[in-house]
């Protein structure tokens, strides 16, 4: 997996400052502008480009080239963000003709070739922006990740070294140098520009992750699983730095570690197709709850309650009777152990929707695990058995409440009902 970013520090990909620029605006043109900077700061990419086709209607027949150009270069970046990048590549060359001297738009532009795998012309845009002042360490940067990706590792090295000589304490270039040396076998300059690189950002991933790479190349084994880790520690549901330390476990021969990392690498694996879809869904459609609904279960199928409760939240503050979220909401901090806050949810689900049996469930086993409410947890337990009677889970429950309660006789029929289901259920 490769964590090299193609590069606009200086400004983001989003929102190029306007400083510098003397706006000379009709009143609703500007309006136009004003709201499409600020749907692009929010993640409402479609209603940013109506706003900016809005702002370039609007404009006047005389309106500032720099000004024009501005408006294109957002508009090219809206574009940029929903990956539809033929769209943006056209609106970038707009912004350049308006203004052929911004360094930025060239870069910008080169960014958006090599997204397309178009790297020849990625790397004439890089270039021309090489030709333009200010002298900025970007293209060269840019231009050694398309030589990464071509294969071409000597003149990555040359690239990186002349993007360090302009700005030497940028971690993403001796990373990508890096990189380059890790291609060519070259373990020991490699694991020198790892190093250097998390110096100046101990938690950028991709270094860490390279770093354990060339540690396990030189089989120092433990050495590279303290960097798979550290990576782990970062980013929990990192995939490749999940396959790195399984791998490094098969090769100690520690079989039980290697076996379990593997399963979780496995899920990964599998859902990160996934992910990039859901993502690329809510950035297309911003407003839909059941997106960010989606986006919540497979991180928390990823183990990362964290992300998915911020996705489940959103999904309600978008539509409050969605009950499936509520319930979501309800699980993740479930597997967190919050406890009272998975009741609240999973009550909120059931105001909804009383017949949810599942969340009638879990409010059971929540009140069980408190050891207090059992009266709660019996009648949770109850309910969800006469709304699913062929759940055998839910006989499970109401086997394990009666049990804590005392009742001893009907926790054994309940025992047995979900004993006659699973049976049942195998034939």
Not at 148 to 172: N, R, S
Not at 390 to 404: G, P, R
Request: glycine share 4%; hydrophobic share 40%.
């Amino acid at each position: 997996m490769n964590y090299l970013c193609l590069s606009l520090r200086y400004l983001t990909i989003l929102i190029l400052c306007s400083a510098l620029v003397n706006f000379a605006l009709a009143d609703r043109a500007g309006e136009h502008y004003q709201r499409g900077i600020k749907n692009l700061e929010e993640g409402q990419y479609s209603k940013a480009l109506k706003a900016f086709d809005e702002t370039i209607r609007s404009a006047k027949a005389d309106a500032e080239a720099n000004w024009l150009a501005e408006v294109h270069y957002q508009k090219a970046s809206a574009y940029y963000a929903l990956e539809e990048f033929e769209k943006a590549v056209l609106e970038y060359k707009e912004a350049i003709a308006h203004n052929p001297n911004s360094t930025v738009f060239y870069n910008a532009l080169g960014i958006t070739y090599s997204e397309l795998k178009q790297y020849n012309a990625a790397l004439d845009a890089y270039k021309k922006a090489l030709a333009l002042p200010p002298k900025k360490a970007e293209p060269h940067y840019n231009i050694g990740l398309v030589y990464l990706k071509q294969g071409t590792f000597p003149p990555a090295v040359d690239a990186f070294k002349q993007a360090i000589a302009i700005d030497a304490k940028w971690a993403e270039a001796h990373y990508g140098l890096a990189e380059a040396y890790l291609k060519q076998g070259l373990f020991s300059e490699a694991e020198k520009s790892y190093a250097k690189a998390v110096r100046l950002n101990p938690s950028g991933i991709g270094a860490i992750l390279g770093l354990g790479q060339v540690y396990a190349k030189q089989t120092r084994y433990d050495d590279a699983i303290t960097q798979f880790q550290k990576v782990i520690e970062i980013q929990s549901d990192n995939t490749e730095a999940h396959y790195q330390l399984a791998q490094t476990y098969i090769k100690l021969g520690q079989k039980e570690k290697a076996a379990s990392t593997m399963a979780f690498f496995k899920i990964l694996r599998h859902t990160d197709p996934l992910l990039q879809k859901a993502q690329k869904w809510v950035k297309i459609h911003p407003d839909d709850p059941k997106g960010y609904n989606n986006l919540g279960i497979l991180y928390l199928t990823r183990k990362r309650s964290d992300k998915a409760i911020e996705y489940y939240k959103r999904a309600i503050s978008l539509s409050p009777s969605l009950a499936a979220a509520h319930y979501n909401l309800g699980l993740a901090y479930h597997k967190q152990e919050n406890i009272e806050l998975a009741i609240d949810a999973y009550q909120k689900a059931i105001f909804i929707d009383a017949t949810l049996a599942i969340a009638h469930n879990n409010i059971a086993v929540c009140y069980t695990e408190l050891r207090g409410n059992l009266d709660k947890a019996l009648s949770h337990a109850q309910t969800a058995t006469e709304l699913a009677p062929t759940e055998a889970n839910y006989w499970d429950t109401l086997a394990t409440v009666y049990t804590h309660i005392g009742l001893e006789s009907k926790a054994k029929q309940a025992r047995q009902k979900q004993v006659s289901l699973l049976t049942t259920s195998k034939k």
